[in-house]
């Protein structure tokens, strides 16, 4: 190659290394709270428990579902193929540092010339076999960080995809517990409708027993039989509610509808939460929230493509050549003598191109990315805010489902030593029937709202460590893909480490390239 070509082919490639077009990222400015609004009510400002956050429940079922659906929930495998996706694309990302196109070619063409040409000269050969064998490359040398930013903007999109897999993870928990919480209220809402319907039962006999004495009338009698009718009602429409909730367990363990074997371990009690909830302070959410994360990777991966659509402004410069053999049997050399140090051919140069008669496409691309990184930001900043909302709705409506099942559980009382004492009067015939029905149906309202209060302290404290964004850690350590999927991707295609748990989002790109 000449001197001077090669010259300044070294001195772009050297001014490439340190010129980057486009803004580096910062992360963006958010609102930030110092404190919650109900904190020193039962809320405190302690370090959250993040980890296994459902062993506060004491609830060694909920314990061995949240692990089974962990490991088995095909929505969360779906998250964690999706940055094996991310990883591949990194990887493309990185190699276009590199030599873009690199071929080798070869041929051997068998030639004869028409002597009925007007350019024939029958000097020469006219029929003879052409051999080539050579090694093409072309190599845009980065000058504008046009490939670094594309870099960054996958290795952001990497680490996205792992943020993703994170809030999929804290969502399932969640809604694991939540459904957990469901049958246990509904088993025991069940268990409110048969106490009632004993009881109503008993009030039907003795109706009937005062009717056959002739000291009341029918009436008495179809009223009882009318309770007691509408109580058992509630049975059938609780089961079926309970055999949905348990569907919804089943697929969330990545299971057939209803094919939980003795996971379950028959009827229980709806977990009982503890006294106080520590919600370390606002500004560690965004720290610990996924989706506060995948926001912000977000706005950085879109800073990045604000420099690759800059690069467009400015020209391309490269670097191409070729080398290889060439011969024929016109001079009784054949493919023997491909090889041959004579038979070498080259060729090498710079060459640049700039899109220059553009109309204005590429200038208005850039402002496109740069309206989309402002998007990405407000919507980062509203990310933000959600998780205060969230957070602050949860810890009302744990503070409020307290207060109102401490009132539930005083109406519940009362209603069935009312019921006793009802009962009582009515065989004595100092009271008519009808305070009996009124007793009865108070006391199966209250005790079902005093459930429902009980059941809502316990979501609300699920939701608060889901808003807190509580969970995810349990990940650290584990493959993000099963085992079943591995062997299956692995037998396909050569993915080299990538599986490989330790394989994840902050690591040396030269790493991801050498796959």
Same mark, same amino acid.
């Given at each position: ?13 050297? +001014?490439?290394?340190?010129?980057? &077009? ?20 039962? !809320?405190?400002?302690?370090?959250? /428990? ?27 495998? /779906? ?7 991310? #990883? ?12 873009? &196109? ?23 050969? @006219?029929?003879?076999?052409? *051999? ?29 995809? /792992? ?14 517990? #939540?459904?957990? !919480? ?11 409708? =048969? ?59 990545? +299971? ?51 420099? /690759?659509?800059?690069?467009?402004? =400015? ?13 024929? @049997? ?7 003598? &491909? ?16 899109? !220059? &008669?553009? *109309? ?9 990315? @740069? ?16 998780? =205060? ?42 009271? @008519? ?83």
């Amino acid at each position: 190659m000449p001197r001077i070509p090669l010259l300044l082919l070294c001195l772009i490639n050297t +001014l490439a290394g340190c010129t980057m &077009l486009g803004p580096d990222f910062v992360r963006p400015q958010a609102p930030e709270e110092s404190s919650w609004i109900n904190e020193g009510a039962i !809320i405190t400002s302690q370090p959250p /428990v993040q980890v296994e956050w459902w062993k506060v429940f004491n609830d060694p079922i909920l314990d061995r579902l949240i692990q089974a659906a962990a490991a088995q929930n095909l929505g969360l495998q /779906v998250a964690g193929l999706r940055i094996m996706e991310a #990883r591949a694309q990194l990887g493309i990302a990185v190699g276009l540092l590199y030599p873009q &196109l690199q071929q080798a070619n070869g041929s051997a063409t068998r030639v004869s010339l028409s002597e009925n040409a007007p350019n024939f000269n029958p000097s020469i050969e @006219d029929n003879f076999t052409n *051999y080539q064998a050579g090694f093409d490359a072309s190599w845009e040398v980065d000058f504008w960080g046009r490939f670094r930013r594309g870099i960054q903007a996958a290795d952001a999109n990497l680490a996205g995809s /792992v943020a993703d897999y994170d809030n999929a993870l804290v969502s399932l928990l969640a809604e694991v517990a #939540r459904t957990y !919480i469901r049958i246990r209220t509904l088993e025991e809402r069940l268990g409110i409708a =048969y106490k009632n319907i004993e009881i109503q039962k008993e009030s039907l006999r003795i109706a009937e027993v005062r009717f056959r004495h002739g000291a009341t009338t029918e009436l008495d009698v179809q009223q009882a039989r009318a309770a007691l009718a509408n109580t058992e009602a509630l049975i059938p429409a609780t089961q079926g509610g309970l055999r949905q909730a348990k569907n919804g367990l089943s697929i969330l363990l990545g +299971l057939p509808p209803g094919d939980l074997g003795g996971m379950l371990a028959g009827p229980g009690k709806v977990p009982v939460a503890p006294e106080e909830v520590a919600a370390g302070i606002p500004a560690d959410l965004l720290r610990r929230r996924p989706d506060v994360r995948r926001a912000e990777l977000l706005a950085a991966g879109q800073s990045a493509l604000i420099g /690759v659509a800059e690069s467009d402004l =400015y020209p391309r410069f490269s670097l191409l050549g070729s080398i290889g053999f060439q011969s024929s @049997d016109t001079f009784d050399s054949g493919a023997g003598d &491909l090889f041959d140090s004579k038979s070498l051919f080259y060729a090498a140069g710079p060459a640049f191109s700039w899109n !220059i &008669l553009n *109309y204005g496409r590429l200038t208005n691309n850039v402002r496109v990315q @740069d309206a989309r990184y402002q998007q990405a930001i407000v919507n980062y900043q509203n990310t933000v805010l959600a998780a =205060y909302r969230e957070t602050e709705d949860a810890m009302a409506g744990i503070i409020q489902a307290r207060e109102e099942s401490t009132y539930r559980e005083t109406a519940a009382q009362a209603a069935g030593r009312a019921t006793e004492i009802a009962n009582i009067q009515y065989r004595q015939g100092s009271v @008519d029937f009808q305070r009996v029905l009124d007793s009865e149906r108070t006391l199966v309202q209250q005790e079902e709202l005093w459930l429902l209060a009980r059941g809502d302290i316990s979501r609300n404290l699920i939701a608060i460590y889901k808003s807190l964004g509580g969970g995810w850690e349990i990940r650290e350590g584990h493959d993000f893909v099963s085992e079943e999927n591995r062997r299956a991707m692995q037998q396909r295609t050569n993915w080299g480490t990538m599986l490989d748990a330790g394989s994840t989002a902050g690591a040396d790109p030269a790493a991801v390239t050498a796959e």
